[in-house]
């Protein structure tokens, strides 16, 4: 009975990824769990934004934050439930790449590195370049 309901499942996300048409490229054997979605933030264009691989498991939020962003996951990944991958560049996975349940993937640094105190707001302590001399901060 739970296989077939996880069929059922599956059968329902890949219905919903065709109504995407070629924003999203599905490798054949990904399977496409029951947390999988994908939201766009900004109006998608019609062209390519989500790239997936042969023989994945994903249990993944897919967030694009604008029309330029683009996810390639490669090939026999597993990208756990609860996850969620937030775009607004480029994000590349290989292949043979495992990412646990609850994770929170950015390709951007939207926010500076803060040490929470109890109130709001949080203040900085200091900032990347102060806290490591020979390492940069991407921009």
């Known amino acids: 009975m739970k296989a077939f309901l996880l069929r059922c499942i599956e059968y329902l996300n890949r219905a919903r990824l065709r109504s995407l048409g070629d924003r999203v490229s599905l490798g054949e054997g990904t399977r496409l769990l029951n947390g999988f979605s994908i939201r766009f933030l900004a109006s998608p264009k019609e062209r390519r934004y989500l790239d997936i691989g042969t023989n994945c498991t994903l249990s993944a939020k897919i967030i694009f934050e604008s029309t330029t962003g683009s ?28 990412l646990a349940w609850g994770i929170t993937l950015y390709d951007h640094d939207s926010h500076s590195l803060a040490r929470c105190f109890p109130g709001n707001p949080a203040r900085i302590i ?14």
Do not use: L
């Open 71 to 98: 996810v390639v996951i490669g090939e026999r990944c597993y990208i756990g439930p609860g996850s969620t991958i937030i775009c607004r560049s480029r994000i590349q996975i290989g292949n043979d790449v495992t």
């Open 126 to 139: 200091r900032r990347v370049s102060e806290a490591a001399p020979g390492i940069q901060a991407a921009r």
